[in-house]
C-alpha cells in the first residue's frame, strides 16, 4: 500500500549493494543507501537519525528473514551486520533477551468454535462491526476499560498481525515469522509457529471437520499456510507466486471451501529508484485455494497483460510495464453475487492501466476479472523522488493506492453499496449492480504521500466511519462519519493535539483502521493513543495512552508507541490492540494489549 511501508521496518530498503570484500558499515550506507535516505518533499523514508532508534538486532533481522531479505540477499552477512552497527551499533555485553515460560496449563479443552472477530474485518463484508452479544461491551462499560495482561513481542519495534480471537484464543504473526495463539483471558501460550518470513497477514480460523480446525495466513515470501489451530502443527503451505519481491498483507477470506487471498510486492517500486534495476515486472493477483490441502485453484493477475520491455532509460537499462496494482487489504466476499472485491494500489511503471487505483470483482468460482472501476490513473515508483528520475514514469501521478478492503453495506429498500477510502483522500460509495458505478464521493482530505485514508475503515448500517491520516504535509488526523447511503457528513472530530508533541515520530495522524461496536467507534493514532466515540456525535467517552511501559505476561521488556497498520478487536467483554510502529516515521514499540472492564 505504501511506498515507505518497506523502507520503514529497517531503513534500508534501497541498500543495493553487491557482495564483496567492503565491510565499511559507513559506505555501505552512504554508497548504497543514502541515496533513498535524505531530506525531501517527496521523501518517505527515514533520515539517518531516524534509523539510529532501531535495535541493531532489528535491522539485521529484517535483511536476514524480514521484509528486507530480497535486499539483504545481495549482501554478504558480514555487510549486513555492518550497516546494522553503522545505525545502531551494538551495546558492549548486551545479550539477547528471551522470554520466560509462558506456557498454558495442560489439558486445556480444544477450540470448539470461531466465534470473536475472525480475521481482518470480523465478517466476510469487512465491515469491522462486532455484534452487541459478540461484543460483550456497551458503550457504558468502554470508560471502565483497563488493561487487563499485556504481552511482549521479543526483539520488535513494529507490531504486525492484527489479533483474531477465535473460541477464546488469540492468534497473530510477528516480524519475525513467528505465529502464537495464546489464552485471550490469561496471556498464556498455546503454541507458536514459525515461518521463514513476516507474517503480516491476520490470520483467519475456520473448521476443517471431524472437529479439526484451521488457521489460515500468509508470508511476506507469499507462502499461505494452513496450521492446526490446537496445536499449531503444519497442514499445508503453498507459495502462490515466484516473483521474488512478492509478499502478502492482507488477510484470507474463506468461503466454500476456498481460501481467498491477494498478493502484493515487496519493494519493488522501492528499488526502481536505482537506475540499473530492470523496473518494474511485479503484478499484483487474487488466488482461490483448497481450504482443506492448499492446491492452487485459480490464480487471477490485477493486470491482464503480462510485463514486456517498454524502453531503456538514459543508462541503457531495460525497462518493463505493465505493473503493480498491488493488493494490500483483505478481499471481501460478496455472498449475493458471489463475488470477491479487492482495492489495488498504483501501477510500478508505463503504461498505465485501468486496473490500478480501483476496486476490481472477481468471480469466486472461476477467478475471471468481471470488472474494475478505477478511481484515477495512478503511475509511480520512487525514481520519481530522486535526483534524474531515471525509472520515472513518463507523466508520474500522486501516490493514490486503495489500499483498504472495500466494505457491503445494505440499504434501507434493500439496495447493496460499496464503500471504500482511498489515499487520495477520498471515500466513494459504488454500486455493485452496475460495475462500479460511483453513486457518491467525499472528500475528507489532501490525501497524497501516506495521506487519505490509509489502512481500512469501519460501517454499522447508517454510517461509515473514516479516520484520516494525512500526515504529509498535514495538517494530520481527524475522524469522519458519513453516511453510508449518501457520502454526507454525520459528524467531524479534529484531532487531539499529542501529548507526546516534540518526541520523534510522535504525530496525530490516524492511520489505524477504525472498529465499532453499537454505539462507539475506536479509532488509534500515531501518537500512541486509542481513542473512543460516541457513534452519535463522535464524541470522546475514552481516551487510553498505549505509549507507555508494560510489564508482561511472557517476561519481554515492552513499551507501546504509534498505532498504524492494525486496529482493535472487540469479542467477549475484551479489547486487543497492538502498540509500536517504527515504520512511516513512528514511535517504536512491541506490545499486544487485552482490556476488560475494570482490568477484571
Known sequence: MNRALIAMLAGVSCCLAQPGASVDGRALFEENCALCHRAGAENRTPLPEALKRLPNEAIVAALESGSMKAQGSALTAAQRHAIADFLSPRTAGATVESARSNACPAGAPPLSDVKGWNGWGVDLANSRMQTRVGAGLTAADIPKLKVKWAFGIPRATTMFGQPTIAGGRLFFGSGNGTVYSIDARTGCEYWTFK?????????????????????????????????????????????????????????????????????????????????????????????????????????????????????????????????????????????????AYVGTGNNYSDPVTPYSDAVLAFDLETGSLRWAKQMNPDVWNYSCAQPGKVNCPEQPDRDTDVGTPPIIRTLPGGKDIIVVGQKSGFVYGLDPERRGEIVWHTQVG???????????????????????????????????????????????????????????????????????????????????????????????????????????????????????????????????????????????????????????
Not at 471451501?257 to 517500486?269: D, L, Q, T
Request: proline share 7%; hydrophobic share 40%; with cysteine.
Open 195 to 339: 515461518a521463514p518470513a513476516t507474517v503480516r497477514s491476520p490470520v483467519t480460523i475456520a473448521p476443517l471437520g471431524k472437529g479439526r480446525f484451521a488457521a489460515y495466513f500468509g508470508d511476506g515470501q507469499a507462502t499461505v499456510y494452513a496450521v492446526d489451530a490446537n496445536t499449531g502443527e503444519l497442514i499445508w503451505k503453498t507459495k502462490i507466486e515466484d516473483h521474488k519481491l512478492a509478499g502478502i498483507t492482507g488477510s484470507p477470506k474463506i468461503y466454500g471451501g476456498r481460501v481467498i487471498i491477494g498478493v502484493r510486492s515487496g519493494a519493488e517500486e522501492m528499488l526502481a529508484a536505482g537506475p540499473k534495476y530492470e523496473c518494474c515486472t511485479f503484478q499484483g493477483s487474487l488466488a482461490s485455494l483448497d481450504a482443506e490441502t492448499g492446491k492452487l485453484i485459480w490464480k487471477t493477475r490485477t493486470i491482464p497483460d503480462p510485463p514486456k520491455i517498454i524502453r531503456q532509460n538514459s543508462v541503457g537499462t531495460n525497462l518493463y510495464g505493465p505493473s503493480g496494482a498491488a493488493i494490500w487489504s483483505s478481499p471481501t466476499i460478496d455472498e449475493k453475487r458471489k463475488a
Open 446 to 600: 489532501q490525501g497524497g504521500a501516506l495521506g487519505g485514508v490509509l489502512w481500512g475503515m469501519a460501517a454499522d448500517s447508517e454510517n461509515v466511519y473514516v479516520p484520516l491520516s494525512d500526515i504529509f504535509p498535514g495538517p494530520a488526523g481527524g475522524l469522519f462519519a458519513l453516511k453510508v447511503a449518501t457520502g454526507e457528513k454525520a459528524w467531524y472530530v479534529p484531532p487531539v493535539e499529542p501529548p507526546c508533541k516534540g518526541k520523534p515520530g510522535c504525530s496525530p495522524a490516524q492511520m489505524a483502521p477504525t472498529s465499532l461496536i453499537p454505539g462507539v467507534v475506536f479509532s488509534g493514532s500515531m501518537d500512541g493513543h486509542l481513542r473512543a466515540y460516541s457513534t452519535a456525535d463522535g464524541k470522546a467517552i475514552w481516551d487510553f495512552d498505549t505509549a507507555a511501559d508494560f510489564e508482561t505476561v511472557n517476561g519481554v521488556k515492552a513499551h507501546g508507541g504509534s498505532m498504524n497498520a492494525t486496529g482493535p478487536t472487540i469479542a467477549n467483554g475484551m479489547l486487543f490492540v497492538d502498540s509500536g510502529y517504527s515504520q512511516l516515521t513512528g514511535m517504536g514499540g512491541n506490545v499486544l494489549l487485552a482490556f476488560t472492564v475494570g482490568g477484571k
